[in-house]
């Protein structure tokens, strides 16, 4: 009997850093890779060569990308570099000059010949003649029960403190019909929580308007409202609903037709909406839309309509000209505002930002201060919005078992993995990743939850 051994793969090697829409990137990178043949290595000592996705989105994330691409180099030696920062090759290589290659984002043909050159695909007779669609499911690098679907790329915004569309271009969409297929592809295969990810979801298919679909037999604009009904009417092999959690929304007027969705149990009672300010004078400064009395408006209107919604949003202290009377105007909003979940940044200059060349900047001990100042708050107003939790009970999605302590993880319909709270439950080893379950609140802190599963 001949024994035949297939030869060994080529292993390649991944960091992956930044955003969602760049872990996204990550997984489109590795599948193709996967389908040419290469498997994956966990650690540096056993890859071939390392692919490191960056990003530039502020400095201090430039750095850090710059310090793991050295990390690689070290370890391993043979470094491929792709992602934001691949915009700045010229600094890359005058800081690394054996990186083998630097790419940008989206650039997936370009990264994926610069591994092949690296180290080339090994010839198998055998997986050759496999069709690519035939070798099973994209890869994920996220747990199987959640995934992220990132539904345009690019963005119209010319915000004054960000580069994203240098890096990134002006908003491109995909077609409904094949976000939609994506997306129940893995419902099928396992996902319970779909993470609808964009640089502007909200602008979803303006540069496509007009390209309608049809999916199951009906009409499907590029549309925001369009594409959440559709993506709530999925459905599990077990006939669960899977959650629709949507991400990077701006308060445009078409965002009020969401919420009726979230009251009828198709898409999660989750905003995820990058304010940044509400000083009149400091959102006009960043090029943001300036009319916070209208958004206090309308938070009220939505939450009278899905009266379990949670907002959570991202805001910048210490941008140029910001005065004691627009930061005091910014926590008299929060306060008024009563977000669920908040997260804040000191104001970082970005080359190529137009924020840079604005006057007044606000000294670095100030911005530590204010920053200061909104954590306290807005853990305060978190504190007080989770302890009214307590003694109620809530849907969590499971992450992860403990079956010695016999504790879990989860997350409820508030909490996006990654970045928001966490449910911690008691009694709970009989659980596993993936599961929903309900779940009869006993305490809380400043983010979390504390439980025990019911029923």
């Known amino acids: 009997m001949t024994i035949t051994t297939l030869p060994k793969p080529p292993r390649v090697g991944l960091v992956s850093l930044g955003c969602p829409k760049a872990l996204v990137d990550s997984e489109r ?14 650690d540096y000592a056993g890859a071939d060569v390392v692919l490191v996705n960056t990003c530039g989105f502020l400095d201090s994330a ?25 915009k700045e090759a010229d600094l890359i290589r005058a800081r690394f000059p054996s990186v083998l ?11 994926v010949a610069a591994v092949h050159e690296a180290a080339p695909p090994v010839p198998n007779a055998y997986l050759d003649l496999i069709p690519a669609a035939n070798l099973g499911p994209d890869l994920k690098l996220t747990p ?15 915000c004054a403190f960000c580069i994203i569309p240098s890096i990134r271009g002006d908003l491109i969409s995909r077609r409904p019909d094949a976000i939609l297929r994506e997306a129940e592809k893995l419902v099928a295969a396992g996902t319970k929580e779909l993470l609808v990810i964009s640089q502007d979801t909200s602008a979803y298919g303006v540069d496509i308007r007009n390209d309608v679909r049809q999916w199951h037999g009906r009409d499907v604009r ?11 009417m999925l459905r599990t092999p077990a006939g669960e609903t899977p959650w629709v959690r949507l991400h990077y929304v701006y308060p445009y007027p078409h965002v009020d037709q969401v919420i009726p969705l979230m009251a009828e149990g198709l898409v999660l009672p989750y905003l995820d909406i990058p304010f940044q300010h509400a000083s009149p004078k400091i959102l006009r400064a960043m090029r943001r839309p300036a009319n916070d009395a209208k958004v206090l408006e309308r938070i009220r209107g939505w939450r009278r309509i899905a009266p379990d919604i949670t907002i959570r949003s991202t805001f910048v202290v210490g941008f140029p000209g910001e005065t004691d009377e627009d930061f005091h105007y910014l926590l008299e909003w929060l306060e008024e505002a009563q977000l669920d979940r908040v997260g804040a940044f000191r104001f970082e200059p970005v080359e190529g930002a137009a924020a840079n060349a604005l006057p007044d900047p606000v000294p670095e001990e100030v911005k530590e201060e204010r920053y200061a100042q909104v954590m306290e708050l807005t853990a305060r107003i978190s504190a007080t919005k989770l302890a009214a939790k307590v003694g109620s009970t809530v849907d969590v999605l499971i992450d992860a078992v403990d079956s010695e302590s016999g504790g879990a993880t989860g997350r409820s319909k508030a909490d996006a993995p990654e970045i928001d709270g966490e449910v911690h439950l ?11 379950v309900r779940v009869a609140v006993e305490g809380s802190d400043e983010h979390d939850l504390f439980g025990v599963p019911v029923g």
Not at 29 to 42: E, F, N, V, W
Not at 101 to 111: I, K, L, N, R, S
Not at 144 to 158: A, L, P, Q, T
Request: charged fraction near 25%; glycine fraction near 12%; hydrophobic fraction near 30%.
């Open 62 to 86: 430039k750095e850090e990308s710059l310090e793991a691409i050295g990390e690689a180099i070290a370890e391993n030696g043979r470094v491929v570099v792709t992602g934001c920062m691949g």
């Open 222 to 232: 590029p549309h925001m409202t369009d594409l959440a009904r559709e993506l709530g």
């Open 426 to 436: 008691r009694d709970a080893g009989h659980l596993q990743p993936g599961e929903f």
């Open 101 to 111: 290659a630097v790419t940008g984002p989206q650039q997936y043909d370009e990264v």
């Open 29 to 42: 990178i590795m599948t193709k890779l996967r389908a040419d043949g290469y498997d994956m290595s966990p």
């Open 144 to 158: 199987r029960h959640y995934s992220y679907v990132k539904i345009s790329e690019g963005c119209n915004h010319r």
